[in-house]
């Protein structure tokens, strides 16, 4: 088991290093290139749940090491936006990845990702323009930035990412697809709850009340998906307004976008021809939430 000295000593919790620094980071990847090992990076911003730990599997399977690394991206929030109260629970974390033999983790401060003379962003296009974009105009740069640091500081093989941030999954890809990055980007699942609300680090500052009312997210995925594959409805706008209804009855909750795209192009459809994704966010008090589902017909 690899240990990295932090600061001159050593951080050590059984299976899991704990990384802080550009430093430890680029010897632990010299380490495993080394020894020719294949690395799978998890991105994450902490606050772990089972969504989480469903990617550090697949990358388990996959790939020789794990990697996983939190940080509380600031520039991906804007200004009126939770980055404050964004829950940080690296201990809870960390005894989570090392249920898992995760091998490390890297954990850094704001500074050692964005240096006070750091100057530089990653401009993405089209597909962050919509949807979350027009809602968080400045999320996907600051989305893409930092991924593309990790990308380049783990050198890693393979990267997972969770189907629920769809919009951000497309994003990357077609980041490293333009970039001529060296990574492979592979979607995981999108982990629920027993009642179906889509897991998220936000979950927990829903109200009880909240908690009861989110559910209608995935319930009104459920009901699309129903009317699409088994009563051929394929109206984009049928499938909105009936989503729209759904939601709103449940009283307490504001939409920010119902939208029926290509999977690819996420260009807005009018008629469901062979696929589609259906995207969500719905703020629930003061807790937004994202959904979505993918259909093919």
Known sequence: MLCIPLHGTFH?????SLLTTLAELRLFVQNQHRQGKRIGLVPTMGALHEGHLSLVKMSNEQCDVTLVSIFVNPTQFGPSEDFVRYPRT???DLSLLKALHSPAVFAPNVSEIYPADFNASVHVGDLSLPFEGMIRPT????????????????????????QKD????????????DLNVPINIVMGPTIREADGLAMSSRNRHLSTAGRG??????????????????????????IRQVIREKI?????????YIAVADPLTLRELSVIETEAVILLAVRCGSVRLIDNILIKT
């Open 12 to 16: 050590y919790s059984q299976s899991v």
């Open 90 to 92: 690296l201990e809870n």
């Open 139 to 162: 999320h996907f740069e600051g989305v893409a930035t930092v991924v593309l640091k990790l990308f380049l500081l783990s050198q890693a093989d393979v990267a997972f990412f969770g």
């Open 166 to 177: 769809y919009q951000q999954f497309c994003v990357i890809k077609k980041m490293v697809t």
């Open 213 to 238: 009312q989110a559910v209608a997210l995935s319930q009104s995925l459920a009901t699309a998906e129903k009317m699409i594959l088994a009563e051929n409805v394929r109206s984009a706008e049928r």
């Open 248 to 256: 709103l009855s449940t009283g307490g909750m504001a939409i920010d």
